[in-house]
Structure formats: structure tokens, C-alpha cells
């Protein structure tokens, strides 16, 4: 049975008309009204909240000096819901352990949120998009070897139960780590960490670490999920369909116009999202040499921006693409809940299948009462036919 | 480009000329722009001009990553090379490593030569006295580092293994100064004990780190002197190649041990 997960960027929608070249990063925060920032926040977790009652499993994620993100933390919105919530999963995909300068803190927040929820929490790490590193101030050079560092330490501070142990590594030093409380599921939470290519969905198939896709669409997903399941087999790892996770964005209606219409609105995500001023899109270190070369020449603007294409090879503009180009592209899918259902049957048979949908139900302007009637509609017309996938 | 090996690490260096030692520790970038001024100096010194490690064909041990770490590597290199009565020049991060070879006193270098030296910090802590060139637009990079933009390289005329090269330069800059930005923090607590003769060279149009910066570190050292150079920004050796070489064989010959 596939998963389902709404997720949301909890955008602060209302500053986009007053921003230029750059949505990241170097935007004033005085363009932040706070009295709305309250009212969206608390309309966010109301749509969170209802999923409970739909049987949808609920994403957050974060980002940091963006309009496009309001969600800064992301175990902030999860602490709130793991209380308000009584039984759907809780992912957070994710926390960008390379960034934080603490791993420990990490351990220490998804634990105790695991046990208020009673072990629904499921634990992302994530590398972050470039456009972190200014905000972090972190260095992009070894940024990986960090991650994995902090992803080591992390979980063994999880599954350590006879009191302390020291950690001098190379980015991390503690002499007494033990952490309280200790986590609800045992060994600890699932681990997601999203990826983008077939180089990264290996790693991650080597550790058993459940991969989430974004944003890639009906020509780059397949081949990585074919790393995916290679690299698992070759490794001798059992996998299920739930190590692999798909991101839509997703428009439900009562008619095909309402579908596309709440798609639209939503697809403003995926418009304003890579709008960044160059020089955070390309940070030295953060991609190897042979790309980086390619933006210093000034030919490339970001890498999404030149791999996305429709199945038929057009190629796809994230800051101007329209709906139909986007289902056509594996972007979205939206309409009738029939046509949600064929389109999100067609991609599920065109990547080998996959064992959770990441679904995209908010985003942009759309108002609370369409996410809400889009959330339903997906609940009781589409959710029921998942069975039949993963 | 030759080889010079120095323990684990096999140095890729530029060695040219004939005379008195003269070892240049080059910057964050640019690095193919100021061959042609090694060349230059290459007509009065043996120039030895390495490749820091993760810097162009030099690989970098993954232990090693701070410029302290550099500094002992070129210390090993002076004995390897069994060099004596040298002239020290770095330019920008180069002469972070040059005051951190500096201040560890070694008897062998005669001058040091400092050319918009990084690595201090003497404002106080809301103060960016080295500019965030990695928050800058490619045209802002431009403008900070050269007075006439005409002389900064035109990268789209650049091959892939060129391009490549200055990715990790650049890749490899950030690694050793990322934070604390370009700079060690107790490195101004410790300029009393370099003891040569300096000569500090600062391009007046820099703004990468401003003159100003540049005549307080003149005021720090022992035996210093500042030299501002017109119509040049934070590489002087590429905008003013004759002025600073000039300037360099003068201070070389008051210099002799």
C-alpha cells in the first residue's frame, strides 16, 4: 500500500510582489509582516492537522531567509503536531545536519519528539540546497563529509544506552554523549534523506536509507530509482517499495478545470522556488569541479533548470512552466481524481514503482478552503484506490 | 609545472629563473593571470611558485586543512630544496600562509614580501574587513578584485580543464578559510615574531581588503614598509606586473643577510 504525505513550504506568499532577482538569502525581513506570518502559520498547521482525520501522513521541511519558506525549523511545526495528531506519520525531510552545528541537539529534538507522538516521527537528514550554505555559514567544501560525520554520530547517540560515550571525529567533538530521552521506536526512527541523482540515491541504497525525489520528473526519476535498487541488490539489502518516495504536486477537483486551477496556484512553488541570486545557486565546493566549471563559465543557472523535460523531451522553464507542460513532465498531477489517478498510475508503472507519494497539496497562493477541499477530495476519491500500489 | 615532493604531498610548483631564491604563495584566484609576472621576477630570482594543496594539480591530504598546516609544508620545502637567504612573497591568501611560515621565525627567509595579504583581523566583530567575495555577484567579484575590469579574466574563452582548474582554486580557498572568514583570529597577537624585513604592497583600488587594512598591518610589523601601487585592486601583479617587480628587486637587494 503507497503512503501518502502532504507537505507544504509554509511560503510567506505575501512578499513575492515585492521581490526581484533574488527570493533567498538577501531579502529584508522588515518585508515580513509578523501579524500575517501568524495567521499562515496557524492556517498551515490547521491543514497539517486535518490530514490526521483524512488518513494523509504529514512532511515539513525547512529553509532559511526565504519568503518561498517560512518553515525555518522544521521539528517546530512537527512538535506541535505530534500533539495535536493522534495517528498519522510525521516526517521531517528534513533537518540539514551539515548545516547544524550540533548533531547532538538533532538526536536530542527527533527523539523526544518520537516519543510525545508515540513513535510516528520518521527522521530526514538532508544535504540543503546551495542556497543554505550563506545562511549557515557553512562551509561548502567538505559539506558531505560532514553530513555523514553528523549521520553517524546522530544515530549512534539513538542506540546508546549504557550511559556515555566520546566522539572526537573530525568535524565533531563530544566526550560525553547520552543523550535523554531516548527514542520511542526502536532502533530509532526511519532515516529519508531526499536526493537528485543516481551518484546520491546509491549512497543512500548502501546504507538503507529511504530516498525522497524532488522535482525530477518524469525523465531523471528512473534511472534514480534504478541506482536505488541496483546498488541495494548488489549490497545484499532487502528493500521494499517504502525505500523509495516520490514528490507531485498535486490538484484535485470536482472538475478538471478545479483540478488545474488548484495546480496552478500551486505550481507557484515550483516558479519561484530557484529564483536566487547566482552566486548562492553556485557556492565554491558544493558541486565537484566539472560542474562547477560550467557555472564560472556563466552557461549554466541551476542545475534543475536544465534537466527538467516533458516525457516527449521538451524541455521545462520551473520559473514559467504551465500545468499542462507539468503533468506532462511528471510534475504534477492534477484534474479529476480520475485523471489524478491515471497520471499518478502512469508514472508509478514508468519508474518501477515506488512506495510513498509526497503530495504537494499547498503551495503558492492557494487558499486555505481549496487545500482543504484539495486534501479531502484526494483523501476520499484517490487515497482509497492506493491500495492497489507499492 | 614540476613536481617537488615534500612528505606525503607532491607539490606542483612553478620553478623558473636563475639567482637568489624567491618563493611566491599565490592568492584565491587567478592563478594562470600571474604566470607571466613569475616570468618576470623569473629574469632577476629562481622563482619557486607552488600550488597549495587542493589548489591546481597539488592534491591535498584529507587531514590537511588549515593554513597552519600550509605553513609547515612550505617550512619542509625550504629544507627539501635546502634553500637560504629567501624572499618570501604571498599575494592575498598566499601571504596568510607567508605571515603563518613568518611567525614561526625561520632563519632561512631573509624578506617577506606581503601583496594584500589576508589572514588578520583587527576591527571589531560587526566589521567585514575582508570582503564576503563568495556573497558577491560576478561582476561585484570583478569590481572588488581589479581597478579596470579589462583585466580580469574572460572566462568564456577558458577550455573545461582551465575552468576546472579555477574551481578548485576556488573550492579550495573556502576549505582552509571559510570560518573564521580568511583569517586567524591570534595571528595579529603574534606578528612580533616575524622577523624579517617586510615590504607590504597594496593595490590603492582594492576592495577586498582596503589600503587602510594594509598600512595598520605596516604599522603591526617590526620592519615594515608600505607601498601603495595606483591603478591596481587586490592583485597588483596582475594589473602593475613591472611597478611590483621592480619594487620587489629593490627591497631584495636592501635585503641581503
Redesign the interface.
Known sequence: MMHTWHFSEMAYHPAWAQLNESYR?IIPSRLYDPKVGADLYHRYLDEWALCDELGINIMTNEHHATATCADSVCTIPMAILARETKKVRLLALGMPIANRENPIRVAEEYSMLDVISRGRIEMGFVKGVPFEI?PA?S????LMERFWEAHDLILKAMTSHDGPFSWEGTHFHYRSVNIWPRPYQQPHPPVWMPVGSPGSAREAASRGITIGVLNTGWTATPGIFDAYRETAAKCGREMTPHHLAYMALIGVGKTREEGWRRADQILDYSRTSGIV????AN???YVA??M???A???TATTARATRLQTRDGKPINPRTVNVEDAINAGLVFAGTPDDVWDQLKAFYDHVGGFGHLLMMGQGGHISHEDTVDNLTLFSKEVLPRMAELG | MERIDVGEVSVEALVHGEGRPLVFLHGIDYFQQQVPFLYRLGETFRVIAPRHPGFGATRRPAWMRTVGDIAYLYLDMLDRLALDDVILVGSSFGGWVALEMAVRSPPKISGLVLIDTLGLKFGGRDEAEIADIVALSADDVVKHNFAHPKNAPDYAALDDAQLEEVARDREAAVLYGWRPFMHNPSLKHWLHRAKAPSLVIWGEQDRVVKPAYGAHLTQRLQNARFLPIAGAGHYPQIEQPERVATAIAAFARENVR
Open positions: 538569502v550563506s555559514n562551509n561548502p567544501a567538505d541570486a547566482p552566486q548562492f557556492p565554491p565546493g569541479p566539472q562547477a566549471a560550467t564560472i563559465r556563466g
